[in-house]
């Protein structure tokens, strides 16, 4: 079993087309998607029509269920604030539907699957080091974890001892007696300082996960951002990666 690992498309339409004919490419058997569809970008309802299409695994993220309503955006920045607010204006029924009813998280294949983390996922925590990743290992008894909502890949390593590591390659070969906690990034606004946008493939038949980039018509979905009205802030960053 090969599955592809995206998430935080976030209404960003081209980025999200391209990593969709590079997943053909990889020739997975399944894609699971871990949240956050919807906010920022100026394409919510075709990015989430292009989900329906290659996925019925997903989960929701933090801008997902603010767009439908189901949460508040209170402990949003202004600009994400306004992009939700615009979206949620946007959303068919349909769409909004859908991601009233996306669940905090799934299992597939023993594979754990959350947008933040798994202990508490309403709460919308952040894995971003060991220390974050060793108290978030406490809380969950799979051996492997994927996650998203930092918008950087990481890969985070339980060693038989305890001890918790963070792997610096974007490839690596999963050892049965550790555990893992997982992050693939971004597809449509990576903050790790590389503007491409990113997923993960896990392969099971030989326990191996590596980390994809991927170029996209980047100038295209800033032009969108800035003929929306959104926040010019939006259309710089994914230039950046930050």
């Not at 508490?120 to 809380?139: G, H, S």
Request: net charge negative.
């Amino acid at each position: 079993m090969k599955i592809a690992f995206i998430s935080d498309v976030h209404g960003n339409l081209e980025a999200f087309a391209a990593v969709c004919a590079s997943i053909k490419d990889e020739h997975v058997d399944r894609v699971v998607f871990l949240g956050d569809i919807v906010g920022y970008g100026a394409n919510p309802n075709e990015c989430i029509e292009l989900l329906r299409t290659i996925t019925e695994h997903c989960v929701a993220g933090n801008h997902d269920w603010a767009a439908a309503g189901r949460q508040s955006t209170e402990t949003f920045n202004p600009a994400a604030r306004d992009a939700i607010e615009w979206t949620s204006a946007q959303l068919t029924a349909e769409n909004k539907a859908l991601l009233m009813s996306l669940p905090l998280s799934l299992e597939i294949n023993q594979l754990l699957c959350v947008h933040a983390t798994p202990f508490m996922p309403q709460k919308w925590r952040y894995v971003f080091n060991e220390c974050d990743a060793e108290l978030i290992f406490e809380t969950f008894m799979q051996r492997i974890c994927f996650v998203a909502h930092t918008h950087c890949p990481a890969i985070f390593i339980e060693h038989e001892d305890t001890t918790v590591m963070r792997e610096i390659s974007s490839q690596v070969t999963l050892h049965p007696r550790c555990r893992y906690i997982i992050n693939c990034g971004s597809v449509g606004q990576p903050r790790d300082g590389d503007n491409r946008a990113s997923y993960g493939v896990f392969d099971a038949s030989c326990s191996q996960y590596y980390l994809v980039r991927v170029d996209y018509d980047l100038a295209s979905a800033q032009k969108k951002i800035l003929r929306a009205g959104l926040s010019d802030f939006l259309a710089h960053r994914i230039s950046v990666g930050r």
